[in-house]
């Protein structure tokens, strides 16, 4: 039987705080976090290495575990000068090994509308490779997330970085993201699954690429999780709910039934709430997945 592993995008759950966003993980069953902001000034691709040292204190007390850096690393305009990007990811490295994080969340940059892939190609592989070289020099796996707009934001341009950029490069699978940019999840998973390292656990409608708990989309997320858990001694969900939270009643566009407002279907008071429906999701897919 798999072992899941339940991370999170902690951040989502509306604490600012390290110690907040570990309570927020315990309140819903995860043990281990995808560390990415902390409030409006700090985020992990700022994090200081004294910063990160004082935050590791907490995280040992606490009993947590960081599996991932979740970086904007490869967010950046292909045209962009990549040396000072390369730099702060330098930092980030050194960050990510205080943490003890095992990974680290990377993009293949971003295209303005009506470039041509074809022509960066080589420069996107490049750029990627030299990351994810200088990470395994230092004892770390940077995972590949597809997304809109960047190189591997279709399967098949992320099936060409991993399969040019050697074993240093594996693929965080985002089937929300894929849903967002047109993919059919299902044959995205039989192309990638052979370097797929973990999921980032979020669904989404084709309709308008609107995001709701996994499971209540169409990226046919419970049934990828059952098929990448076949033969798997252990398997790594981390959590990125995006699901939409709604915090003022006077800005509310909702229904209304008999005289009282209601908030949408897969819309949230709180982000507390928005994060515990985004975790039962998880683990209820987990718990389905076990018995298959």
Known sequence: MTKYIFSAFCDESGETTIEGQMNACKKNGITHMELRGFGDELNINNL???QAREM????????????????????????DDFEPHF??????????????????????FYFTEGEDYGVYRE???RRVKIMADYAAQNGLLCCHENE?????????????LLENCGENLRAVFDPANFIQ???????????????????????????DGSVVPAGKGEGHVPEIIAKASE???ELLLSLEPHLQVFEGLGNLESKVIEGERTI?????????????????????????????
Not at 92 to 100: D, P, Q
Not at 181 to 207: N, P, R, S, W
Not at 264 to 287: G, V
Request: charged share 30%; net charge neutral; with cysteine.
């Open 87 to 108: 730099e702060k990811f330098r930092n980030t490295v050194e960050v990510a090994k205080i943490l003890g994080a095992k990974y680290i969340r990377i993009f293949s």
């Open 264 to 292: 949408p279907e897969n819309t949230y008071p709180s982000h507390e709430q928005s994060f515990k429906a985004a975790a039962d999701a998880m683990h209820l897919i987990a718990q389905v997945a076990s018995k298959r």
């Open 48 to 50: 200081s290495v004294s």
């Open 56 to 79: 590791k204190k907490s995280i040992d007390e606490a009993g947590m575990c960081v599996a991932s850096i979740g970086s904007g690393y490869g967010k950046i305009e292909i045209t």
């Open 123 to 125: 420069e996107v592989i």
């Open 181 to 207: 940019c047109g993919v059919d999840t299902l044959k995205a998973y039989d192309l990638l699954k052979d370097y797929i390292e973990y999921f980032h656990v979020k669904d989404a409608m084709y309709k």
């Open 231 to 233: 033969g798997r001694e």
């Open 148 to 160: 809109k707009a960047i190189y591997g934001d279709t399967a098949e341009r992320c099936l060409d």
